[in-house]
């Protein structure tokens, strides 16, 4: 008897830990988005236009200058796509970068799951990606694409895409703390990332070896895919089997992605206990 109230107490108190840890996130995320737009004039509609204004830039230079929108009718939307899952990755991943050091305060006067502080950065550049994911949406519309059952394959590959950007972020933010010149370093990282995957070209203008390389990025093949999936569907080509997915490689980003996530959670646990008396 003793036992078993011993667990049930143990248990409750598991639940009640994880509660206020989902309650700590959920304030930390609400509360930054907040702050991101607030005393700003343009307000929620800043998200949109950042995107909207490099696509346009983009478009006009290689779409229209270099021809590439004669490729496929559907290279604005494909460019669009491209730009906004890069601008959550590259906003997310920043954001964690500098988390931990900006969160100095509260690491030294409140007790909680560090983990927290990373985690929260990177979802509110997701709540920012859900304002920007209108956007697609009004261009899917425009463009008269109908949705189709397959669309429910995005849902695995973003939040593959989000366990890539967590695992990026807890790298950055741990190293961030004892080495500062990782921010300068990221962000030319960042920069030359953007140009070396296909979000301005197809993928098949790469050389053959290019294209392997490219694809050890697991950002390539979460574009890559989200783009068969809604641009290109319904080509027989693109409809993928378990064996296609061996054969093409899509196994390893997947692996890639897990052991990127897992190495910066061992990397940040390890590291979690110095970052108070290190910022």
Known sequence: MASASTTAVTGATRRSHVLHSLRTLRVLAGTDFQLKYSGSMLGYARSVLKPLALFTMLYFIFGRVFRLAAISEYYPLSLLIGIVLFTFFSDA??????????????????????????????????????????????FIAWNKITPQLSWLLLVPLVIELYVYILGVALILATLFVRLRDIGQIWELVIQLMFYATPIIYPIGFLPPWARHLAFLNPFTQILQ??????????????????????????????????????????????????????V
């Open 225 to 278: 895919d989200v783009r068969s999936i809604v641009l290109y569907d319904e080509l027989p080509a693109n409809r993928i089997t378990a064996a296609d997915a061996l054969r093409m490689g899509r196994l390893l980003p997947i692996a890639i992605t897990i052991g990127i996530f897992v190495f910066g959670l061992v990397l940040f646990r390890r590291e979690e206990p110095w970052f108070a008396e290190r």
């Open 93 to 138: 991943t920043s954001l964690g970068l500098y988390s931990i050091v900006a969160r100095e305060s509260l690491l030294r006067k409140l007790s909680f799951p560090r983990l927290i502080i990373p985690t929260s950065a990177t979802l509110t550049a997701a709540l920012t990606f859900g304002v920007n994911f209108v956007v697609i949406v009004g």
